[in-house]
C-alpha cells in the first residue's frame, strides 16, 4: 500500500480520500483552509496543516481542486507542490483545468524529473462518495499503469487517453456534453409545462426512450421536487463552459450551444444560484 499525500478537501476530494482511506492507503490530507475531518479520522486519515510536511515522502500526491488559479496557487506558486514534492512522487491532477495549465505542470514536473498525469474526473459528489467517478488520463503509460492502484479505488472506470495533456482535453469535451444536457433538459420541461403535459410523465418518457440519459434521470427528478443542494456547483460549470469556450476557441471549433449554455448558466450566477447545483441554470429557463 502507498503514501498518498491529498490536497484540497471539497466536495469531490472528501470522497476521493475516504476511498483512497478504505482500500488501504496511508492517506495524509492537507487543505489551504482548516476543515473538521472527524469521519476521516475515523477511516485512518491524517491531517497535516503544513503542505511541505505532507508531501514528504509520500508515493503520490493527488489533488481535485477548484480551478486553474487554484492549482496556480498550490502547485505552480512559489513553496507550492512543483518545487516542495518529493522527487520519487507520482503527482496527479484531478481537477477540471485548461489544458494549458496543465502543460505548465507537466513542465514544471518534469523539470524535477518528477512522474506527472492530467486525470480529470466525471462524476460529482455522490460518484465521489461511492468511489464511482469516470477518470480520464493523460501522461505516460508507465506512469498510468502503476498509478492504477490510487486511481481505481476512487473510480468505476480509468480510460487512458494518450499523451499528457489529453486527460484535460477529454474532460472539456465531456463537460460539453453534460452543459448541453442540462440546457436541453431546462429548455424540454419549460416546453412541456408550457404545453400542459405532466413533468413526471415527459421524464417518464425520456427514461426509457433512444435519448435516455442518467443525467435526464438524476436531474430531472430532483428537479420537480425543487433540490438544487449542490453534487456539483453551478459556478464550476460556469468554469467549466468557459474553459470549453477558450479551448474550442483555440482549435477554431465551432460551439454555438455552448455558447447559448454559456448565457444561461450567467442568468443563473447572476441571479444568484452559483453555489446551487449545476441544474440551477433551469430556473433561468423556466422563468
Ligand atoms: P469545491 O467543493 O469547491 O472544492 C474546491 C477545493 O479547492 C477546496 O479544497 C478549496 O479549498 C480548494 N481551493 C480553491 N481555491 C483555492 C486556492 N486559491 N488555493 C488553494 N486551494 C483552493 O470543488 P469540488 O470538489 O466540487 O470540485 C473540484 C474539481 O473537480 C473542480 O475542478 C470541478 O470542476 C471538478 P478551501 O476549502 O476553499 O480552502
Redesign the pocket.
Known sequence: MSKVAY????????GMSANLATAGHEVTVW???P?DIAELTDMGVRWEPDLGRALAGADYVM?????D??V???VLAAGGVAERADSGSVVID????DPETSAEEAAAFAARGIRFLDA??FG??GE?AAGGLWIVAGGDRTVFDQALDVLKPISETVHYMGAGGNGARMKLVG?LAVAAQLEALGESLTLASKAGLDLRDVLGVFAVTDFRSPIFDGVGSAVLEGDYS?S??L???L??ALLVRTFAERLGAPVPGTEATLGTIRKAVDAGWGEENASALIKVLAA
Open positions: 490536497l484540497g478537501l471539497g466536495t469531490m476530494g472528501r487543505n489551504r483552509t476543515r489533488y481535485c481542486l477548484s480551478d488559479r487554484a496556480r496557487d498550490v484531478l481537477s477540471t483545468i480529470p474526473v460529482s459528489k465521489a463537460n449542490p456539483f456547483a459556478k464550476l460549470m468554469k467549466d
